[in-house]
Structure formats: structure tokens, C-alpha cells
């Protein structure tokens, strides 16, 4: 994403102050603090906070709107908490060693959470931050300086059509936006502090739109069929990226950094990892994440000697949708294409002992039909 002129990411227009009645009528001290009867800018900031939603919230969002900031607190997005519980399932159960490997992961991995701010006023501090538009509070974030600025390396380009020979997601197509089908209540919280996206209670789900698929159309039989087999992804997910082996470090100037082997884009259909009462597809898509046996090897040696507990192949839900694909064509473009299923060949050796329970034998792939 083009980074902001200077100008345009502090610029406040005094207009603002007037074109919003509620928070213009507030001084800037109520929410940032600072000493605003000081003639000396430089200690006139001692005590500012640049993001008050994030490092003052119940004192200043948290006042008007203190439901969703309590919800917050807890959500996805202050949190991150799926990093922190995965790479803590792999970590060392040594003290010592986990103390480093638990600071490198907030270096590299916690730095990219959001605020109310960061969506609602500003660009997430992690891709340059900056104003949206003077200090106008959005109400419905833009979706290309906010969502897809953090969620770009994937989510972006699959759902605009951005990697080579595979369409925008059909819902792009149909003008919809991030918020079409990610609620303010997932976003927010609810103030339960879930374990990943796929548990959060009012995260995206394709029946709250499809609910009659089961029912009526053209694809009934087919739909009733697969129900509870397959997930919905596998029939009408496209192409999309898989990441390959992360390390991280600090370069010269002490600044943090990390580097991905590769990346490439792929389709496979795997054993799902997430199958539950909730959840009780048996196939679903996997997408291969960029772990490492030495991610924070530059930290420390063996720092995740656990590192089989989890997959590197894991549940997806792809932007890539489209209502027909090369796999639903026919029945025969499923069953018995073992190219589409998981495979020990797909899985590098180091990394085979972590997917077993992923990867999908011979005799498990489904049969052409009549056989």
C-alpha cells in the first residue's frame, strides 16, 4: 500500500471539529493527555499517548463506548491470542529458554495487533499508520487502508483476483466488502478470549447466508450429499497461497525482521484438524502456515522441540470462492483425483511427522463414483 505524505498522516483539518459535533467537541488532551498550557512542545507531549485506544482505552473510547471496549480487550485483534497459544504448544517447557522464545515472539509476532483507533481513525501503526481522513472517525473502516492493510499478503489478493489465474472471490465480484460477512461483533469481541478465529461465536459462516442450500436450487441432492463430509471450501475454493518456513531476527540496527523460504499457490484437500461436534466435515482445506523448526533460532537453539503437536498444513477458508470450480465440475473431478488430496509427496520429510494426522492415504481418498 502507497505510505502517506507526511502532511497527510498528521494533518488535522479544523473542520473536524465541527463536522463531528461529538468527538470534535472534545479537546485533543481528553484522549491523548499532554500538557496543553506548556509553550515547549517537547515536554508539552511528556505523557501523550499517540494511540489512546490502545494504551489509555477505558479513558478514552472506553468512556462513551465501554461495552465494545470491554469486548475488545479480549478479542482476536488486541490479543493474538492464536500465536501466542500454538507457538506455546511447540515451545520449550524449559523456563529459562521459553522467557527468550516468548519475548521473540512478541518482537515478531504480537507487534501487528489493532485498536479502535487503528481501524476506526488511522492506518494500523504496522504498515506506517497515519490519518484516514484528517481525524474523521469511520464508522465503517475502508477496507483498503485497514483490513486488507494488515490481511494483504493472502486475504487481499485472493479476494481481488490479484494472483495470476485466479478470479476474485465471487463475492468480491458481487461488490461486497469485508464487513458483508465479518460482523462489528466479531471484530470487536464479545469478551470471551477464544483460542483462534474459527471458535469465535459470531465469526463468518457460510450457512448464515446459504441457509437454504439444504433445501432448495439446482445442486439440493449434491449439496445434501456431501453435508457434514465435506467443507463448503473444498467444493468451491480456488487456488491460493501456501507459506514456507519463517526465521526472524534483528538486523544491524537492532530492528526486527523476518524472512519466508517461498511461497507458492496450491489446492489440497486434507483430513480436517478442526473436526468437531460443531465442525464435522471430514475434508476440508488445508493451507500450508510458514512455521519453522528454527524460527527463533537467531534467539535461541531447540526452542521448539515440540514442534509435531500441530500441523504445518492447516484448516482453511480461502477468499478464492467461486460457484464453479475445477473439482465440482463433475463427480469424477473429486473422486479418485488423488492430485487433490494430501499426500506424503506434498509434505517435506521434516515436516511429515507433524502432518499425519492431515495427510490423506490412498486408500482414504474418496472412490469414482459406481466403483
Not at 479544523?14 to 509553550?39: I, Q, R
Not at 484528517?134 to 477496507?143: E, F, G
Not at 492493510?149 to 479476494?159: M, W
Not at 459470531?202 to 445442486?219: F, P, V, W
Amino acid at each position: 500500500m502507497e505510505p502517506l505524505a507526511p502532511h497527510e498522516a498528521v494533518f488535522v483539518d479544523k473542520a473536524w471539529f465541527t463536522d463531528d459535533p461529538v468527538h470534535g467537541s472534545l479537546e485533543c488532551v481528553f484522549c491523548h493527555s499532554g500538557n496543553p498550557d506548556d509553550s515547549d512542545w517537547r515536554t508539552a507531549h511528556d505523557g501523550v499517548y499517540r494511540d489512546p485506544s490502545w494504551d489509555n482505552l477505558d479513558a478514552s473510547c472506553g468512556l462513551c463506548h465501554g461495552e465494545i471496549a470491554s469486548g475488545f480487550k479480549t478479542s482476536l485483534h488486541a490479543t493474538l491470542k492464536p500465536y501466542e497459544r500454538v507457538i506455546e504448544m511447540r515451545a520449550t517447557r524449559d523456563r529459562v529458554k521459553f522467557e527468550t522464545v516468548d519475548m521473540a515472539r512478541e518482537t515478531h509476532c504480537g507487534s501487528c495487533h489493532s485498536s479502535c483507533g487503528q481501524c476506526h481513525i488511522s492506518r494500523p501503526t504496522g504498515v506506517g499508520g497515519g490519518l484516514l481522513a484528517s481525524h474523521n472517525i469511520k464508522k465503517r473502516p475502508p477496507m483498503r487502508e485497514t483490513c486488507t492493510a494488515c490481511h494483504g499478503s493472502r486475504v487481499e489478493k485472493e479476494f481481488f483476483g490479484l494472483n495470476e489465474g485466479v478470479p476474485a472471490d465471487v463475492h468480491r465480484t458481487k461488490y461486497m466488502a469485508c464487513g458483508s460477512c465479518h460482523s462489528a461483533d466479531e471484530m470487536h469481541g464479545d469478551g470471551v478470549e477464544y483460542e483462534d478465529r474459527y471458535a469465535v461465536a459470531d465469526r463468518a459462516k457460510c450457512l448464515s447466508c446459504h441457509d437454504g442450500i439444504y433445501e432448495t436450487g439446482d445442486n439440493v441432492s449434491q449439496h445434501v450429499m456431501h453435508q457434514e463430509k465435506v467443507s463448503c471450501q473444498v467444493c468451491h475454493a480456488m487456488p491460493y497461497k501456501n507459506c514456507y518456513s519463517c526465521h526472524v531476527a534483528k538486523d544491524i540496527l537492532d530492528l526486527p525482521y523476518f524472512r519466508t523460504e517461498s511461497t507458492e499457490m496450491g489446492f489440497k484437500i486434507g483430513f480436517n484438524p478442526l473436526q468437531s461436534d460443531e465442525r464435522p466435515e471430514k475434508y476440508s482445506i488445508v493451507r500450508h502456515i510458514p512455521i519453522d523448526h528454527g524460527l527463533f533460532e537467531f534467539y535461541v537453539e531447540d526452542a521448539l522441540p515440540n514442534f509435531d503437536v500441530l500441523p504445518t498444513w492447516k484448516f482453511a477458508t480461502p477468499h478464492t470462492i467461486q460457484r464453479s470450480t475445477p473439482q465440482n465440475e463433475s463427480c469424477g473431478s473429486c473422486h479418485g483425483n488423488r492430485e487433490l488430496f494430501l499426500q506424503e509427496s506434498d509434505v517435506l520429510p521434516e515436516y511429515l511427522e507433524a502432518n499425519r494426522d492431515v495427510i490423506v492415504p490412498d486408500d482414504r481418498v474418496p472412490r469414482p463414483m459406481g466403483n
